[in-house]
C-alpha cells in the first residue's frame, strides 16, 4: 500500500494515515489483520484496517509478547474457566505452578488437577472451595505494561480520536513494540471478585439455558491534564495504563473508591 494513502470512513477520513505502521514506522508490508484484543482472549471478529500494524510487528505481538503473557495469570487462568477457544479452536488449558486446569466448555467448570501435599500454592479447604496463590514471572510487570499498551494504541486509532502517529505516543509505542527498560510503566489493577453483569443474554436450549456472556470492555478516556487512558476489563480483571505518560497521575484518584486498586511497577 502507498504510504500516501488515506482511509475513508464514508466522506470522512480518518485522523491517522494508512501505509505506515504506528509501532515501527515502516510503509508495509501490511497483509495480515491485527486483532487489538488477541484472538485467544475471545476476539474473533474486531480487527484494525489494513495499513496501521505491519506484518513484521502484527508477528510480533502475536508470538513474542502476545503468547507469553497470556500464558501467565490471571490471563491463563481466566480464559480456560471462561471456556475461551484458542485460535485452532481448542479449549484453553493453564499447565503451571504445579496444577493444570482444563477447560470443560462451561464457564466456570474447570477440571482440576494437582498434588496439594507437594504444592504450597494451593490452599483447599474441607468443603471443597480452595484457594490458589499463582507466583506472576518476574518479568510479567514489563510485559504487562507493553500488552496493555499495544492494545490501547490499537484500539485509539480504531476509535478514530487522535492520530496515533502523533508524538505524544511514541514512547508508548516504543515501549509497546521493543520494550524500553529503562521505563517504570505504571498499570493500575483492581479485581472485581464477584461481578455478575456478565451476563449478556440467555436463551433457552435442548440442553439447558445458554448463557452469553462479555468476556471483556474497554474505555479510552482523556483526564483533565491531557492524559489519555485506557482501562481494560477482562471478566473479573480491571487494568488501567496512561497512553501518552508513563504515570497514570490523578487517574488513580478519580477510580471507584469502592473497589481495591494497586499501582504495579512495569520495571524488571
Ligand atoms: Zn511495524
Given at each position: 500500500m502507498p504510504a500516501a494513502t488515506v482511509a475513508h470512513c464514508g466522506n470522512r477520513q480518518m485522523k491517522t494515515r494508512l501505509g505506515k505502521c504506528i509501532f515501527c514506522s515502516v510503509h508495509g508490508p501490511f497483509t495480515r489483520?491485527?486483532?487489538?484484543?488477541?484472538?485467544?482472549?475471545?476476539?474473533?471478529?474486531?480487527?484494525?484496517?489494513?495499513?496501521l500494524v505491519c506484518d513484521s510487528c502484527n508477528q510480533y505481538f502475536g508470538t513474542k509478547l502476545e503468547s507469553t503473557i497470556l500464558n501467565y495469570p490471571p490471563w491463563s487462568i481466566?480464559?480456560?474457566?471462561?471456556?475461551?477457544?484458542?485460535?485452532?479452536?481448542?479449549?484453553?488449558?493453564?499447565?503451571?505452578?504445579?496444577?493444570?486446569?482444563?477447560?470443560?466448555?462451561?464457564?466456570?467448570?474447570v477440571v482440576f488437577a494437582a498434588d496439594p501435599t507437594k504444592n504450597p500454592t494451593i490452599r483447599l479447604n474441607p468443603d471443597g472451595t480452595g484457594v490458589m496463590f499463582v507466583v506472576p514471572p518476574p518479568d510479567y510487570h514489563?510485559?504487562?505494561?507493553?500488552?496493555?499498551?499495544?492494545?490501547?494504541?490499537?484500539?485509539?486509532?480504531?476509535?478514530?480520536?487522535?492520530?496515533?502517529?502523533?508524538?505524544?505516543?511514541?514512547?508508548?509505542?516504543?515501549?509497546a513494540r521493543f520494550g524500553e527498560p529503562s521505563l517504570d510503566w505504571e498499570v493500575a489493577y483492581g479485581i472485581y471478585p464477584r461481578r455478575r453483569d456478565l451476563i449478556i443474554s440467555t436463551r433457552e436450549d435442548e440442553i439447558g439455558p445458554i448463557e452469553e456472556r462479555q468476556l471483556y470492555s474497554y474505555e479510552l478516556g482523556v483526564m483533565e491534564d491531557g492524559r489519555i487512558i485506557f482501562a481494560f476489563m477482562y471478566i473479573t480483571h480491571l487494568?488501567?495504563?496512561?497512553?501518552?505518560?508513563d504515570r497514570l497521575g490523578n487517574y488513580i484518584a478519580a477510580f471507584n473508591a469502592g473497589n481495591e486498586f494497586h499501582l504495579q511497577s512495569s520495571r524488571r
Open positions: 489483520a491485527e486483532h487489538p484484543i488477541p484472538e485467544s482472549l475471545g476476539n474473533d471478529d474486531l480487527t484494525l484496517p489494513m495499513g481466566e480464559r480456560v474457566a471462561a471456556a475461551v477457544r484458542t485460535k485452532r479452536g481448542r479449549f484453553a488449558k493453564f499447565i503451571g505452578n504445579g496444577m493444570s486446569l482444563w477447560s470443560t466448555g462451561f464457564w466456570s467448570h514489563f510485559l504487562l505494561s507493553r500488552f496493555l499498551l499495544k492494545v490501547g494504541l490499537e484500539l485509539l486509532a480504531l476509535s478514530d480520536t487522535n492520530d496515533i502517529n502523533d508524538h505524544q505516543f511514541d514512547p508508548a509505542r516504543r515501549h487494568f488501567a495504563i496512561c497512553l501518552t505518560s
